[in-house]
């Protein structure tokens, strides 16, 4: 069932994937214990689906499952696919205008992968655009929630940590690579952008929108979508 709803997915047949998810997890647990990893995959699957589909609430309630069981799983908390999960029912909160909600996730999912960190020498268990990106989410809820100087505070994170990875020698391993690192840094340029406008900063507004557009414009040349804006 997870094969043909993977395959649905893939052509773009969602309320088709669904329903095979749905039986996927139905005939998971009634063979498996409720933690099982297929059980907490079944769960993300149609979680994931339902987020596609716009059923926020729906999405919300199997994520959350999934992690909760997941936690039961590994008996810690301390994992990376953890904090994916509270990064994951963040953005789902951001997208129901839950800012605290999201806010409160985002730090969690911080607070573990900066664990993880302080404990991992080689830094392979985490990576590092995973926490770059959790300071970008935690900035933009921070932002909602009218805390400019922490909001700041996290995007500026972001921003740093992006442009470290952009130097690295993996980023340009290929093109694909180096886009994303680009983008990533052109994504917290325009973040930044928004907030001073917010605060009525236009000239550092203006500075940071400057720059998100000639990074695009790096990219994709005159054709950039954003220079359409």
Not at 149 to 168: E, F, G, M, P, Y
């Amino acid at each position: 069932r997870t094969e043909w709803g993977v395959m649905l997915h893939q052509h773009q047949d969602l309320h088709g994937a669904l329903q095979q998810f749905l039986l996927a997890l139905q005939k998971r647990q009634e063979a498996y214990p409720s933690h099982h990893p297929h059980i907490v995959a079944s769960h993300f699957h149609v979680g994931a689906i339902y987020r596609q589909l716009g059923n926020l609430q729906q999405a919300l309630e199997h994520i959350q499952t999934a992690l909760t069981l997941q936690i039961q799983d590994l008996g810690h908390s301390h994992h990376p696919r953890i904090a994916a999960g509270y990064n994951t029912i963040g953005t789902i909160h951001l997208q129901m205008r839950n800012y605290h909600d999201a806010k409160t996730n985002y730090e969690m999912a911080l607070n573990i992968l900066k664990e993880l960190q302080a404990s991992s020498s080689n830094h392979k268990e985490f990576d590092d655009d995973d926490v770059a990106g959790t300071h970008h989410n935690l900035g933009v809820s921070f932002k909602y929630l009218q805390d400019f100087d922490s909001a700041k505070q996290h995007l500026q994170a972001a921003l740093t940590i992006r442009k470290r990875l952009q130097q690295r020698p993996q980023a340009h391993a290929s093109q694909g690579n180096s886009m994303t690192a680009t983008a990533n840094v052109a994504a917290s340029h325009y973040a930044l952008g928004q907030l001073w406008a917010d605060v009525g900063n236009f000239p550092m507004a203006l500075s940071e929108f400057q720059s998100a557009l000639d990074l695009h414009e790096h990219m994709y040349g005159t054709e950039s979508p954003m220079a359409a804006e």
